[in-house]
């Protein structure tokens, strides 16, 4: 699994922890999850080409930096979306895309009923969406990126399995995965365990 990082940071597994605990409130469950993402989005874009400028202090000179490329996020819908403001604080610049999956629950295949994306053919891609567990709808969303011109994509959630990051890396296999744990594995039902459950559920209170 050489394009998965797990990120290692306290603050972040403390977190983790609280959205773990099926006790945790819709509230705090929201506040924990953005908590989260700040942190990933800090760990995610630390790899960001980045090319020298220089600027003006009011003494003198200085060396700096600025980015490379454009970026642009793409939350999942719907659980994407609790990642999607913690990345523009950091990135407010960044345009944003949408992409709906619905994962049938039966079958576990995602259906895609929203692709609502800017040109991506320079920017470097956030794929946002909390959970990774069949792989499904992060592939699908992945092709449509690829399909629409994306060279560089990276994808950020927070619980990933075995079986997604499988799945991913056979078909991207050069898209980075960054993720806060992996987890035991899927169970009969496509959740992961032992996972926190439906992400978008306990996030949007439904
Ligand atoms: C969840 C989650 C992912 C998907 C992961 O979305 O947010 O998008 O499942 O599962 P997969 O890796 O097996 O495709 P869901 O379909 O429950 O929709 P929601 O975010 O609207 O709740
Ligand atoms: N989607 C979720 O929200 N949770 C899982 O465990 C799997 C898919």
Known sequence: MK???VIEHPLLARALTRLRDQ???PQAFRHHLQECGRLLACEATRF???????VRTPLALASGVELKRPVTLVPVLRAGLAL???FRELLPEASIGFVGQRRDEATLHPETYLFKVPDVKKAD???LDPMLATGGSAVSTMDLLRKHGARR??????L???EGVECVTRAHPDVPILTAALDRRLNDRGYIVPGLGDAGDRFFGT
């Open 3 to 5: 394009n998965l990082t």
């Open 23 to 25: 006790s945790t409130p």
């Open 48 to 54: 960001l080409d980045s090319r020298p400028v220089r």
């Open 84 to 86: 999607l403001d913690p």
């Open 125 to 127: 891609v956030f794929v």
């Open 153 to 158: 994509i990276r994808l950020v959630c927070l």
């Open 160 to 162: 990933a399995s075995p």
